[in-house]
């Protein structure tokens, strides 16, 4: 499926609960976007949802890890709850082949300047075998929303974690081919 980028793009900033925080939840609303889930949910309820305020030993993480973010444990709970159909790993080669099917969200490590020490979301939109094209929820609305990384920065700061959602005649679709 075809789409222009700044239409399915939410930015953390600006929003009403964690916008200091909110790259995973901006970039899983993405991807809800692009599959054009409905009814699509508010930032405050996606992020109640995402339970954002859970503290990071109550999900069973060590105190030093960020009070307040997006576990990748609790996208899992989310998409099952949903009955959504989704993808969560992602061989070196298959890279190209999924994202021509649907963006991919993916947890960066140190990939932002301001926080060098942080893990970040962000929506990968295509690749071309070389460069990667990604949407940064960091980026403000009326910003450059669209950002490239060579696939020797991405596996720089990739941390294995990755989260794909699918529509359901896609798949459908597969399945018939496969049985022919």
Known sequence: MKYEAHTIFVSQ???ELHPESGCGVASLLMLLKYINYKPLPSWKLLCN???LDVSPLDKG???????VGLYPEDIFRYVVKENLLFRMHFFDNEWQESL???PIMVLLHGVLN???D?????????YDGKIFS???PWSKVGEEIIKNISFAEFKKYYTGVACQLLMK??????????KE
């Open 118 to 126: 942080e893990s970040h979301w962000v929506v990968l939109t295509s």
């Open 134 to 136: 990604y949407l940064d």
């Open 100 to 102: 021509m099917k649907a």
């Open 169 to 178: 005649q896609e798949i459908d679709f597969q399945l018939v081919d496969e």
């Open 61 to 67: 993480y060590s105190k030093h890890d960020p009070e």
């Open 13 to 15: 900033h600006g929003q």
């Open 114 to 116: 301001e926080f060098p």
């Open 49 to 51: 949802e995402l339970r």
